[in-house]
Nanobody, 123 residues
Framework: VQLQASGGGLVQAGGSLRLSCAAS????????MGWFRQAPGKEREFVTA????????YYADSVKGRFTISRDNAKNTMYLQMNSLKPEDTAVYYC?????????????????WGQGTQVTVSS
C-alpha cells in the first residue's frame, strides 16, 4: 500500500482545512487507517483513526469535537476535516494504514505511512 497525503497549508486560527490520504493497492478497504501528527521537537502523536468500514472512529482528546475522520473505500481515500483550528494544531500530519480491520492509537501498530503534509495555524 502506498499513501499520499495532501491538503495541508497555512490557515488562521479558527479556520478549517481538509486533508486527504489517497491509497494505492487493493487492500485499502480491509485496513484500518489513522492520522498522526508531529510538531517540531515533539514525538509523533495520535490524532484520529477509523476502522475498515468507517463504523468505528477514535479521536485524541485534543481534537475531539473539532476534527472529523472519514473514508471512501470506493475511492481508496481517507479524509480529515479540521475545523476551529488552533496554533497548537501546527504540525506535519501523516496518514497511516495498518494490516488489520480494527483501529489502533499507537504508531507501531501501523505499517504503511504517507509522506506527511504541513499544517500551519497562525494566531
Amino acid at each position: 500500500v502506498q499513501l499520499q497525503a495532501s491538503g495541508g497549508g497555512l490557515v488562521q486560527a479558527g479556520g478549517s482545512l481538509r486533508l486527504s490520504c489517497a491509497a494505492s493497492g487493493r487492500t485499502f478497504s480491509s485496513r484500518s487507517m489513522g492520522w498522526f501528527r508531529q510538531a517540531p521537537g515533539k514525538e509523533r502523536e495520535f490524532v484520529t483513526a477509523i476502522s475498515w468500514s468507517g463504523g468505528t472512529t477514535y479521536y485524541a482528546d485534543s481534537v475531539k469535537g473539532r476534527f472529523t475522520i472519514s473514508r471512501d473505500n470506493a475511492k481508496n481515500t481517507m479524509y480529515l476535516q479540521m475545523n476551529s483550528l488552533k496554533p497548537e494544531d501546527t504540525a506535519v500530519y501523516y496518514c497511516a494504514a495498518r494490516p488489520a480491520a480494527v483501529v489502533a492509537r499507537t504508531p507501531v501498530d501501523y505499517d504503511y505511512w504517507g509522506q506527511g503534509t504541513q499544517v500551519t495555524v497562525s494566531s
